[in-house]
């Protein structure tokens, strides 16, 4: 889903994945970009959870995902070597 949309995966924080539009190079609907990454995020743990559903029982249905996105200038660094 982030390769589609041209997500930049930052790193993954326990349970936590920490990605970036408009990185490295800017673009102007980077946030328009993010909310539809996030938006798709969702749809996708919804049909997951919808088809393990039927072999792992109902309260599957009952995980849940968050969602925090933040817009606006960021300070760059070294990012594992890569940029």
Do not use: N, W
């Not at 997500?7 to 990605?19: N, Q, S």
């Amino acid at each position: 889903i982030a390769y589609r949309h041209g997500v930049f995966k930052v790193e993954t924080v326990g349970d936590c994945y920490v990605g970036a539009a408009g990185l490295p190079d800017p673009i102007q609907d980077h946030a328009v970009v993010a909310c539809k990454f996030a938006r798709d995020c969702l749809k996708k743990m919804h049909e997951m959870t919808r088809k393990m559903e039927v072999s792992l029982g109902p309260d599957t249905t009952e995980l849940d995902l968050r969602i925090g996105i933040h817009s606006g200038q960021v300070t760059a660094g070294v990012l594992r070597g890569e940029r």
